[in-house]
């Protein structure tokens, strides 16, 4: 069947077999890698893209419910001029990242999370990112991360940046 969406801000059409995931669009035929395919069993979280804004383990998403839709996956989210995402900033200087496996979809997810509740709480970011599992480290430094960002997101709407 064929398909037409936005990915990353870009219009794409493609002809899909009416069974494949979204997963395997987005990384066989748009070669968009970043999403990984972790566990094929929608536990993990590693897929995690944005759908129309909000977060989706795109394992469980057919590519034809995609149709007429809004993908971001973590290829899209810096800004026009290659500047990383609030959420992508703090990863970094906060060590949100071990082996780098897992880090896209709890990006996605993060960014999704924050989306909803700017400001939340430690606890509140531990409940938001449960579905995305990380076997490298204990979550302190994730959680960190998206603490951060909610941080410098507030300060640069405080500062009109």
């Known amino acids: 069947m064929e398909i037409a969406l936005t990915v990353n801000g870009s219009e794409v059409k493609a002809d899909v077999a009416d069974r494949m995931l979204l997963v395997h669009f987005l990384r066989e035929q748009l070669n968009l890698t970043a999403t990984k395919v972790g566990c094929d069993t929608s536990s993990c979280g590693a897929c995690t893209v944005l759908l129309d804004g909000q977060s989706v383990k795109s394992c469980t998403v057919l590519a034809a419910q995609a149709d007429g839709r809004a993908v971001?996956?973590?290829?899209?989210?810096?800004?026009?001029s290659g500047e990383w995402h609030a959420v992508q900033r703090a990863f970094r200087a906060e060590h949100g990242a071990q082996c780098g496996f897992c880090t896209s979809g709890m990006v996605m997810a993060a960014v999704s999370l924050l989306s909803e509740n700017g400001s939340p709480t430690e606890e509140e970011v531990r409940a938001g990112l449960e579905g995305n599992l990380?076997?490298?480290?204990?979550?302190?430094?994730?959680?960190?991360a998206v603490l951060a960002a909610a941080a410098d997101s507030a300060s640069a709407e405080g500062t009109g940046a």
């Open 72 to 80: 971001t996956t973590i290829e899209g989210l810096a800004n026009g």
């Open 134 to 144: 990380c076997r490298c480290t204990g979550y302190h430094n994730i959680v960190r």
